[in-house]
């Protein structure tokens, strides 16, 4: 069973999809903490309201990165409530090499397109702009970079000729809520292995 703790930035609609397929018996975890960057975040709310504990981190000076003293804090919550694992949920920072050096192969994350396309922010406008015919979402191991850690699993996304980009957005995360929970049930069973860039499933 994985020990998880999430960090998020936003709404915790993937954090809520883990909660429910805990509760469910499709992903064998317990949430050991919630930690974000934003103090009125709705993933805190999430958080509370299901008896989790939940924390806001400060991360000035720095605006795009876990780094510093926060880092430091984020360590320390997570050593606290024993965590194994991390679910990045929407987590709006870099992760760094303190974090990743803690957690090696254990941060997970989830992205809203087909990595390696469409790497950063609003993904699926990216796609959409580019004029793709599928996207999608895809889970993968952490690293220093962004968005191009080792991936665990992918789901596709039809790209129509009428989307919008909140259509196609709201396709994306009904797939995403799938696919986070069905990866972590894999690192739970100890079912994955990193071999250089490709994480293969025994």
């Known amino acids: 069973m994985l020990s998880l703790a999430v960090l998020g930035s936003g709404q915790g609609t993937n954090f809520q999809a883990i909660l ?70 929407g987590f709006m920072r870099i992760v760094k090499h303190k974090l990743l050096a803690a957690f090696r192969h254990r941060i997970v994350n989830i992205h809203p397109a087909l990595l390696p396309a469409f790497p950063g922010l609003r993904a699926w406008e990216q796609a959409l702009e580019y004029g793709v015919k599928i996207t999608g979402c895809t889970v993968h191991f952490v690293d220093e970079g962004v968005d191009t850690g080792p991936i665990i699993l992918q789901r596709a996304v039809p790209v129509y000729d009428d989307d919008t980009p909140e259509r196609l957005h709201a396709r994306i995360q009904e797939q995403e809520h799938i696919a986070y929970p069905e990866a972590l049930q894999l690192l739970a069973e100890d079912r994955l292995r990193v071999l250089g860039r490709r994480v293969i499933r025994i």
């Open 20 to 89: 429910d397929a805990i509760r469910t018996g499709k992903l064998s975890a317990r949430v050991v903490c919630v930690i974000s960057d934003v103090p009125d975040a709705r993933i805190l709310e999430r958080g509370r309201a299901a008896g989790i504990p939940s924390y806001y981190v400060d991360c000035a000076p720095y605006r795009t990165r876990l780094d510093g003293p926060a880092e430091e804090r984020v360590l320390e919550l997570l050593q606290q409530h024993g965590a194994d694992t991390i679910a990045l949920a």
